[in-house]
């Protein structure tokens, strides 16, 4: 298990009790709350393997702790990180706001990690359409303006869930496709660097 | 015939086959020209002065290493007091110096020093054997992997050396350029693998543990906690924090970890070991296996507490509270160490690095922790860290935790007993006190009732009429004449 090979790392932030947790969980062993748990022993680091247009993508994700007295140590978590679920709960603008500050964060610290908004608990907006604590144009408007990709999910029903992570794979495969077309030039640099590198040890 | 036999062989004169002492015998080359009895007398003669400068000069090496080791002990002395285990680490290392100095000379004198210089040797033989055992043992283990790579394996082989080679040349350089240079190999290595020699990722990952091991535990003692850097000093910091904050309690973190079951603390033991045996690996990877180790039990810790899976709130706190109860040695060296020369994609995306990068923040968070950060008030927060109180810990802390479960729940019940004990008497001296003030209370109102009465002694007056209202001021009204009746007269 800990040896496995994990392509992308994938981190998930957010509020406490948005639900990133139940996300990985309903993801990985497509299940909410109630269930068997005894094969897992913790959902804070899960990979998996996953196909996209037959190749084949280990995704490492990152559960993040999101209570408040951690928050200086987030920078920590999402450093390399290649994808950034950020979480808010849809019935609680108070989780939008501290969603727009991991964005901020993310785009200045973290500039090639792409960053997908993620409302979750949508089944509770089923319920009753009054719950909706922010609106939806709003983040939609949000998204667009940061280049963001957004979902509303529920973990319960499943909604949205698979999707959400589907093209988290996607495009990591895409950009790396993009990359190999371009970095030809890139190889041949290490490669200089590398002659370099021990022709300097031999003096 | 002795003069034709002269004249006839090699020239040797009658004088110089006799002893070089003139003793009058003979004499042996092999004993430079004197006879066995004077060559004995000469050789032990020689062979005592030997002895004798050596001594001499044994004692003096060993004098001037005392002074070098002393000075230099008493600039670390004042913060070296109470961290013994450094402190062993150093003059360990020290004893070692010394022993390679002495070794040297132990070469040419035979006898004399070398009872003393066993004993200085004693410490450090098993060390360094156990080193180079365990060196001998990556390196083997190396080349039997690399035997199964066929081609790729001599290359491999190949750069390994060339990179340990340059690293020697490179132990001036600063730590950081020393790690770029192990970064940029493991990067060139992976890359060459894959694109040249087509080897499958799978197989690439694996090669790679193996090029990590093998060239780690060679420059371990170069690059762990060089003297270049201040880690060292970073270690102690920490070392003192935890210790200064040894009265938080999980319930302050909200660690939801349970340790009355013993299932859970056997977790939280496990975990702890785990975490301090981190510092005894000398590869990256190994000392991620560790922190990989302890974060598995922490989950089974709180997976039996909770009855559900951990999630990352659960998780965080509980790790630091083991840091904070284990106190790992040399915390900040390890993680620098760990940072610098593990294979990076290990590190930046697998589950090792996961609970790598917990560790970290865990440190992190102790390093800045305050009393917002535990829900305390700034002053309970600046009284328990001067140490001027301390919260009330529970009671099963204050008990060493060797003693048996049963002798514990006994202590415990006798506590309880005895605060029950208390309450009770409480209890009753409040009763009694109770009854005495309702006793006083009855007495007092009854005393102020009769003051009251005595102070207005008790007056019927005569109803007032309403009618008399009009005329109620009329004092006088008394004194009228009584109201006219009607009379009769018979007339």
């Not at chain 1, 299940?31 to 068997?36: A, E, H, T």
Request: aromatic content about 10%.
């Amino acid at each position: 298990m800990s040896g496995q090979r994990v392509d992308v790392k994938v981190v998930m932030l957010g509020k406490e009790y948005v639900g990133k947790t139940s996300l990985v969980e309903r993801y990985v062993h497509n299940r909410f709350l109630v269930g068997p748990y005894q094969n897992t022993i913790g959902a804070a680091f899960v990979a998996k393997v996953m196909s996209v247009g037959g190749r084949t993508v280990t995704l490492g994700i990152w559960d993040t702790a999101g209570s408040e007295r951690y928050e200086a140590m987030s920078r920590i978590y999402y450093r390399g990180a290649r994808a950034a679920i950020v979480c808010y709960d849809l019935t609680d603008s108070s989780s939008f706001q501290r969603a727009k500050f991991w964005v901020t964060e993310l785009q200045n610290f973290e500039e090639n990690c792409r960053i997908y908004l993620c409302g979750t608990k949508s089944d509770l907006l089923e319920e009753d359409r009054k719950k909706r604590g922010i609106d939806f144009h709003d983040v939609q408007d949000y998204a667009d303006e940061i280049k963001a990709e957004l979902f509303e999910t529920s973990s319960k029903t499943g909604q949205s869930v698979d999707e959400l992570f589907q093209k988290v794979a996607e495009d990591y495969v895409q950009l790396m496709a993009f990359q190999v077309m371009t970095e030809d030039e890139g190889v041949d640099l290490s490669q200089k660097n590398s002659t370099y590198f021990y022709s300097c040890c031999h003096h | 015939m002795s003069l034709k036999s002269e004249r006839r062989g090699i020239h040797v004169d009658q004088s110089e086959l006799l002893c070089k002492k003139g003793c009058g015998y003979y004499g042996n080359p092999a004993w430079q020209g004197f006879c066995s009895k004077c060559w004995r007398e000469e050789y032990h003669k020689a062979r005592q002065k030997q002895i004798q400068d050596d001594w001499e000069l044994a004692e003096r090496l060993q004098r001037e290493e005392e002074e070098a080791y002393a000075s230099s002990q008493s600039t670390q002395g004042a913060q070296s007091l109470t961290f013994s285990k450094f402190e062993e680490k150093k003059s360990n290392e020290k004893t070692r110096k010394v022993t390679t100095v002495k070794k040297f000379f132990s070469a040419s004198s035979r006898t004399g020093a070398k009872k003393e210089i066993h004993e200085a040797k004693a410490p450090s033989p098993s060390i360094n054997r156990q080193v180079s055992i365990e060196t001998d043992r990556a390196s083997k283990e190396f080349i039997e992997f690399l035997k199964t790579c066929h081609k790729s394996g001599q290359e491999i082989y190949k750069q390994c050396k060339m990179f340990l080679e340059a690293m020697h040349h490179k132990r001036e350089l600063s730590i950081e350029e020393q790690s770029e240079c192990a970064q940029d190999f493991y990067q060139n290595v992976a890359e060459k693998l894959q694109t040249r020699s087509k080897v499958s990722p799978e197989k690439v990952e694996k090669a790679m543990d193996q090029i990590e091991k093998y060239i780690m535990t060679r420059l371990y003692k170069y690059v762990f906690c060089p003297e270049t850097t201040d880690d060292e000093k970073k270690d102690l910091v920490v070392q003192k924090r935890i210790r200064a904050l040894h009265w938080v309690t999980p319930q302050m973190l909200c660690v939801p970890v349970n340790e009355e079951i013993p299932e859970v603390s056997d977790m939280v033991v496990k975990a702890i070991t785990d975490i301090i045996e981190m510092d005894s690996k000398r590869v990256p990877r190994d000392k991620l296996a560790c922190i990989t180790q302890c974060s598995k039990h922490i989950f089974n810790a709180i997976k039996i507490t909770k009855n559900e899976p951990a999630s990352a709130d659960d998780f965080l706190p509980t790790l630091i509270y083991i840091v904070l109860k284990g106190n790992p040695p040399r915390l900040q060296s390890n993680i620098q160490y760990i940072t610098r020369f593990c294979n990076p994609s290990r590190l930046m995306t697998g589950e090792d690095g996961y609970y790598f990068t917990n560790l970290c923040c865990a440190v992190a968070f102790i390093e800045k922790l305050d009393a917002q950060s535990l829900n305390l008030s700034q002053e309970d927060f600046d009284r328990y860290m001067s140490g001027q109180t301390s919260p009330k810990k529970q009671e099963s802390e204050n008990w060493s935790s060797d003693v048996c479960l049963g002798v514990k729940q006994m202590y415990k019940n006798l506590d309880l007993l005895s605060q029950l004990n208390e309450r009770q008497e409480r209890i009753v001296s409040e009763a009694k006190k109770l009854e005495k003030d309702l006793i006083d209370w009855t007495d007092g109102i009854t005393k102020e009732v009769q003051d009251i009465v005595e102070k207005y002694p008790l007056e019927i007056k005569p109803k007032n009429q309403p009618l008399a209202a009009i005329d109620s001021e009329n004092v006088e009204n008394d004194k009228l004449p009584p109201p006219l009746q009607p009379q009769v007269y018979a007339g």
